[in-house]
Structures are given as C-alpha cells and as structure tokens.
C-alpha cells in the first residue's frame, strides 16, 4: 500500500494538488517534524464533494487520532487554501495489506522512529511493529531522554529505565508505578516501550490503557472470542497497563486480567502497570490481585518540587528553541505547582504567544499571557515567601530578616520585606513585627513609610520594590 500517497495527484476539480501541498507543508510547520511524520504524512486527498473535501488515512486508529487531535486545523487550513471547502471527511483507505487478517494498526510514531529514510518504503508486515492492535500509539516526545529527573520521581525513573534494559529480572516485575496525575507514569511507560523497541525491534510490546482492556475484553465476551483475546494478550512479550484504577470494581474485567496477568508473569514476561494509587490503596480491587501487583516492584512519583518543575520548563524551552528568561521560568514553577501537564500547558501558552505575535517572551508578556492561568493558581503571598524572595534579591541571608543587625546592607532589604508584607498579606503591624525578630509594631510603621518615600524619591529603588512586587504576587 502505498504510503508516501499523499503526494499523488488526485484527479479532482477543483481541487489542486498544489494546495493540498501548501496545506501539509502548513500543518508541518505547525506541528513540527516528528509530530507530522507520526500521524498526518500518511495522509492522502482522495477527492471532493462540493464543499467537502474528502481526506483518507490508512488506519481506523490513524483517522480516530488525526480527527480528534487534528481535526479542527486542517478543516481550516483546507478553508483557508482551498475556496469553497466548508467541511473535512477523514475516511479510512480500504487497506489492501489487511486482507483476511483482523487489521493490525500499525504504531505509527514507532514505524517512523525505526526508519531511517524518511521517506522509506512501509515496513512490509513481518517487520511491522509488533504488539499487533494492543498496541496504543507511543507518543514520540515521551522517551527518557526528554525525561527531567528529579528528587520526586527518580525512584520511578531508575525503575522504569532497569526494566528498559533488563525486562522480566525477577524483582522488578511487574513494576507498579504509581503517583497523582499529570505526574510522568504514561510518559515513562512509554519511555520504557521506546526503549525496548530500539533494542529488539521483534519484541511484542503491547501497551493500552485499562479502559482499553475492559473495552477489548467486554467485546470478545459479546462476541465470543474470549479465546483469541486471551491467546493474544498472552503472546506478548511485555505487558503495559495504563491507569489500572479504572479498572477497579469490574468483575469478570478483573478476573480475566488476574489471570492474564499470572500467565504473563509465570511466562516470565514483563508488566508494568501504573496507577493513581498504590495497591494497597486501589479500593475495589480483589485481594489476591492486590498481592500479585505488589509482587514485583512498587515505584511512586512524588509531587512535584520547585527545583523539578524549574527544570523540566528549562528543559521544554531549549526542546522548543525559544528564548524564555529565567524570571518568566521561575514564575511558572513557583505559580504553576500541580502537575507537569499544567505546567507545559501554561509555557505552550506563552511559546504560542509568542509566535503568534511575533514578540519576545518577557515577564510583562508572560503574565498577560498567562492571565486567568495564573489567577487560577493564586494562592495568599505569606511572610515567609516575602522574606524569602526579598533576601535572595538583595543576596543577604534569611536569618537577617529577624536579626538585631542595623547595617544598612541588611536594615533596607528588610524594610522592604515589612513594606510587602504589609501591602501584600492581611496581617496587622504587629504581627508583622513579631515575625521580624519580634520588632515594636512602630518599627514596622517606620519602614512602610520611609520605603515609600524612597519610593517616590528613587525611580530605580522604586522599580526594583514593584518588580519584588509583582514576582511575589504573580
Ligand atoms: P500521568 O500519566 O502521570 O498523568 P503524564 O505522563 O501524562 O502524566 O505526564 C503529563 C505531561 O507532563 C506529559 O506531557 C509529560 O511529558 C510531562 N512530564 C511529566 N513528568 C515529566 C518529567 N519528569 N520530565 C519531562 N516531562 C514530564
Ligand atoms: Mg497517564
């Protein structure tokens, strides 16, 4: 079957192919080479009605994934090139290689990564990624090497990469990964699936999520095929269950995996299976079962810290080859504290800004871009984030914050930190003072009022308070 078929020339009116070209080449740039080649280069115009342009893809799975992640943008990029075209169908090509056979769906992201040429011929099917329609595509941008390892999930991480490199050893199998979301557990298990792959490319790695299982599972009941079902869940060689928790309270789901689950393991194959919760805390899940996904290795993410989140922005935004200053960084992994999927969300958001505008990216651009993203994410400015953020700016130590000490290189920084805490926290002067090496609540007044003269005064002493300002309440 021809592949590269997006560049043949249907015979259509009205319909040029040159345009169909400017609309991949668009998409392309969008969405950048590796995202293209994985799911929209196999896209091919088959022709058009009116004004519907009719657009085919090789694959259920392939068509399913470019209308739901696609769908939207090249519907207008047709409009844009293409006069008259109000509509998008996606079809799937009558797939001549899957004659008789149950269509395999091909790993796209996978087939690509293993071809060397870009534009080398389809793998015929005895090469063709294995782990047959188990398999959910492996999304190119999770690998370990675009993994941020970090206090919170290095456990997880050195698991994951010991089982990539040595699957089955007794001790880590299965490897139960757990943590809350948005945390890393698909990423690494698709790291884990890259890596095997890149190894022994017969390896049958079958990847799904448990919803996926519980579909497959239910279908081969109604159909009566629980025989082939179980036959070839239990021909892998690696099996890997996404989000097991949805899996709970399902009875004869959940019998029907325990026992795969044993064959697989006594088979000496390899599990990994990620959660939110760890075992013990699954509720609704039957004991034994509980037990059997203990039995290898329990591995959690923790949430995030500052120092992670700093790192994985860092690392997204040289991944990106945009500029970023470090102060718009800092305000995201300071702002943005619940998971990495938020957090690249919100620098995606700033990234788009950016081209779409065609400016830097600053801290003034960030913030406006950003807006109702970092509302969401406001919490209350306490004394100890003043103290701490006004410190490290002047570069004096935390302890000087409450010291007896009246050098000015220390008694202003800690004015300010006063004049802050009183325009940005609720608490009283006294209060304030208390937290200041328990100081007279006149001293606290003495310097709110002397920081704002200065203020007024001093252009530039007044932009570095207002800047301390906005950092402390972005
Ligand atoms: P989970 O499956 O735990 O809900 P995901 O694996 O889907 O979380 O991660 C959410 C997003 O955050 C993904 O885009 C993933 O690439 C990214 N991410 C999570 N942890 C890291 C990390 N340590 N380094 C780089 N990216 C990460
Ligand atoms: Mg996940």
């Known amino acids: 079957m021809e592949h590269e078929s997006g560049e043949r020339s249907p015979s259509t009116a009205g319909t040029s192919t040159t345009a169909w070209?400017?609309?991949?080449?668009?998409?392309?740039?969008?969405?950048?080479?590796?995202?293209?080649?994985?799911?929209?280069?196999?896209?091919?115009?088959?022709?058009?009605?009116?004004?519907?342009?009719?657009?085919?893809?090789?694959?259920?799975?392939?068509?399913?994934?470019?209308?739901?992640?696609?769908?939207?943008?090249?519907?207008?990029?047709?409009?844009?090139?293409?006069?008259?075209?109000?509509?998008?169908?996606?079809?799937?090509?009558?797939?001549?290689?899957?004659?008789?056979?149950?269509?395999?769906?091909?790993?796209?992201?996978?087939?690509?990564?293993?071809?060397?040429?870009?534009?080398?011929?389809?793998?015929?099917?005895?090469?063709?990624?294995?782990?047959?329609?188990?398999?959910?595509?492996?999304?190119?941008?999770?690998?370990?090497?675009?993994?941020?390892?970090?206090?919170?999930?290095?456990?997880?991480?050195?698991?994951?990469?010991?089982?990539?490199?040595?699957?089955?050893?007794?001790?880590?199998?299965?490897?139960?990964?757990?943590?809350?979301?948005?945390?890393?557990?698909?990423?690494?298990?698709?790291?884990?699936?890259?890596?095997?792959?890149?190894?022994?490319?017969?390896?049958?790695?079958?990847?799904?999520?448990?919803?996926?299982?519980?579909?497959?599972?239910?279908?081969?009941?109604?159909?009566?095929?629980?025989?082939?079902?179980?036959?070839?869940?239990r021909s892998v060689h690696v099996l890997m269950v996404d989000d097991l928790q949805f899996l709970i309270g399902k009875d004869n789901t959940q019998e029907e995996f325990f026992h795969t689950f044993n064959a697989l393991i006594d088979a000496g194959k390899q599990i990994v299976i990620s959660a939110d919760k760890a075992p013990n805390d699954l509720s609704g899940i039957e004991d034994r079962l509980r037990t059997r996904l203990s039995g290898g290795i329990v591995a959690d993410i923790h949430a995030t810290t500052y120092e992670l989140r700093l790192a994985i922005l860092e690392a997204k935004a040289a991944q990106a080859g945009v500029e970023v200053p470090p102060r718009v960084l800092e305000l995201l992994a300071r702002k943005i504290a619940t998971n990495v999927r938020e957090l690249e969300g919100a620098l995606n958001r700033i990234l788009a800004h950016a081209k779409l505008f065609g400016r830097p990216v600053t801290l003034e651009m960030a913030t406006e871009a950003l807006g109702d993203i970092l509302r969401a994410h406001d919490k209350r400015v306490s004394i100890d984030d003043i103290q701490r953020k006004v410190a490290e700016h002047y570069n004096i130590r935390l302890t000087e914050m409450a010291s007896a000490r009246r050098s000015r290189a220390v008694a202003r920084p800690r004015q300010v930190a006063m004049y802050l805490a009183k325009q940005l926290t609720s608490r009283s002067l006294p209060e304030i003072g208390k937290r200041f090496g328990n100081r007279d609540h006149t001293t606290v007044l003495h310097a709110v009022q002397r920081i704002t003269a200065l203020m007024q005064e001093d252009p530039a002493f007044a932009e570095d308070v207002t800047l301390l300002r906005k950092m402390l309440e972005s």
């Open 21 to 233: 070209a400017r609309v991949r080449a668009r998409l392309r740039q969008e969405v950048g080479e590796a995202e293209y080649r994985s799911w929209l280069k196999q896209m091919s115009l088959a022709g058009r009605e009116g004004d519907t342009l009719e657009i085919t893809l090789p694959t259920r799975f392939l068509r399913d994934w470019v209308r739901e992640h696609y769908g939207d943008r090249l519907r207008a990029l047709c409009e844009a090139e293409m006069p008259g075209v109000r509509r998008v169908e996606l079809r799937v090509a009558p797939a001549a290689s899957a004659a008789g056979k149950a269509a395999r769906e091909p790993v796209p992201a996978l087939a690509e990564r293993l071809s060397p040429e870009p534009a080398a011929p389809p793998a015929p099917a005895a090469e063709g990624p294995r782990g047959g329609d188990w398999m959910l595509p492996l999304d190119p941008r999770w690998t370990f090497e675009s993994f941020v390892v970090g206090k919170p999930n290095e456990f997880a991480h050195a698991c994951a990469r010991r089982v990539a490199e040595r699957p089955a050893q007794a001790g880590f199998n299965p490897l139960f990964l757990y943590g809350g979301v948005g945390l890393g557990k698909t990423h690494l298990m698709h790291a884990i699936a890259w890596a095997l792959r890149a190894r022994d490319p017969g390896l049958e790695v079958a990847y799904m999520s448990a919803e996926k299982f519980m579909y497959r599972f239910i279908n081969a009941l109604r159909t009566q095929n629980t025989m082939e079902f179980k036959s070839q869940l």
